[in-house]
Structure formats: structure tokens, C-alpha cells
């Protein structure tokens, strides 16, 4: 089965176990999609690209709209300034509105904030029901970072481990080992991605 969204490649974790052959393909390809799937669900973010435009809407700003990780500068957003549901007011990036963080290329990292320009603001809604921003963009992160492929092959090997491991339990000789839970590894190489609240 092909790796749809992977954060690692299968080549990358059958170098790491030592495999050669292809027996092991398909497992090897399903542990890998299931821990990049739980490195989305732990961090609340995804780090591929969506593969087109999607539209998003957001209730309830003024100056700043905290928005989920924009690949890509070309992006489309619109206002409903009267609380109809229907978007008519398109901003222009550079003159109504600036995507931040200002140095996104150099990091290799999304934007997450569109700041209003001058005296622009957000339009305000009533009602969590009548979002006032809609933005039309290509969501998620430009590459995946190196911390989060590493992630993804130490998570990718556990979850194939575990396949031997019977009620969570690794055997040696005469020597047992409990599989922990948490990879404090893990844990650690995505702490810096967890993302905490997003409108």
C-alpha cells in the first residue's frame, strides 16, 4: 500500500532496521502512515501540503487573525462586513493585510498570523455561527521539518516492534522489557511543533 501523507519514507526506516528485503513492505508501510498520523493528532497541526485550495472561515478578530499553517503566500482572503454570510470585501495582501511570521522562507516554516494593515480591521461577529473571514489557501507546512521525520522513524520502528511484542512485552533471552507508552524521544523532537488552541 502506498504512504499517503507520510512523514517518512519506507526507505528511510528500512535503512534504520537493517531490512533489505521487501517482505516486510506493506507492514512497514502501514506502521509508517499510522505514526504520522499520531504525530498530527499530538501536535493538532498535519506538516504536508493540502493538495489544493480549501476554503477556511474564522469568527471572531480585530487585528490578527491566528489561522491553522498556510503553505503557500498565494492566498485569498475575504470579509463579510455586514454579518449576511456572504463574503463580498477581497483584501490585498501587502496593502490590507501581512502574513507572518515575516521571515516564513528562511525557516522553511508556514504562516500562521494575517495582520490587518493601517486602519483594515477584521469584521467582528455576532455569533460564533457567522464567521466574519473566510481564506481560501493551501494549508499545512512546505516540507516536513527534520524533527518530525526523525519522529516519524523512531515511532514507525516501535509501532513495527510492537508486532512481536505480545500485551506490550519485548523478550530477550531470559530478560523482558515493557514497551513504554510515551517515547520520551519522541515526545521530545515534537515538542517545539505542538500547537495549543487555533480559531
Known amino acids: 500500500m502506498p504512504i499517503v501523507n507520510g512523514y517518512a519514507t519506507l526507505a528511510e526506516v528500512k ?16 506502521t509508517i502512515e499510522g505514526a504520522s498520523r499520531r504525530i498530527d493528532g499530538y501536535c493538532n497541526r498535519f506538516f504536508f501540503q493540502t493538495a489544493s485550495t480549501a476554503v477556511r472561515l474564522y469568527a471572531r478578530y480585530s487585528y490578527h487573525l491566528t489561522v491553522q499553517d ?35 522562507d528562511l525557516q522553511n516554516r508556514p504562516y500562521t498570523l494575517i495582520s490587518a494593515v493601517g486602519s483594515k480591521t477584521f469584521p467582528i461577529a455576532t455569533t460564533p455561527s457567522l464567521p466574519g473571514v473566510e481564506v481560501t489557501a493551501v ?39 515493557q514497551v513504554r507508552s510515551v517515547d520520551p524521544d519522541v515526545r521530545d523532537l515534537l515538542q517545539p511543533y505542538r500547537l495549543l488552541g487555533v480559531a
Request: aromatic letters at 8%; a negative charge.
Open 139 to 177: 494549508w499545512g507546512w512546505p516540507s516536513v521539518p527534520h524533527d518530525v521525520r526523525e519522529a516519524c522513524i523512531l515511532l514507525s520502528i516501535r509501532g513495527f516492534a510492537r508486532y512481536n511484542a505480545a500485551l506490550g512485552v519485548v523478550g530477550f533471552g531470559d530478560m523482558a522489557m
Open 15 to 30: 535503512a534504520v532496521l537493517r531490512i533489505t528485503d521487501s517482505t516486510d513492505n506493506t507492514l512497514l508501510e502501514q
Open 70 to 104: 498556510l503553505s503557500t503566500d498565494a492566498i485569498t482572503v475575504k470579509t463579510d462586513n455586514n454579518g449576511d454570510g456572504t463574503y463580498e470585501t477581497t483584501w490585498t495582501q501587502g496593502t490590507d493585510y501581512l502574513l507572518q511570521p515575516t521571515n516564513q
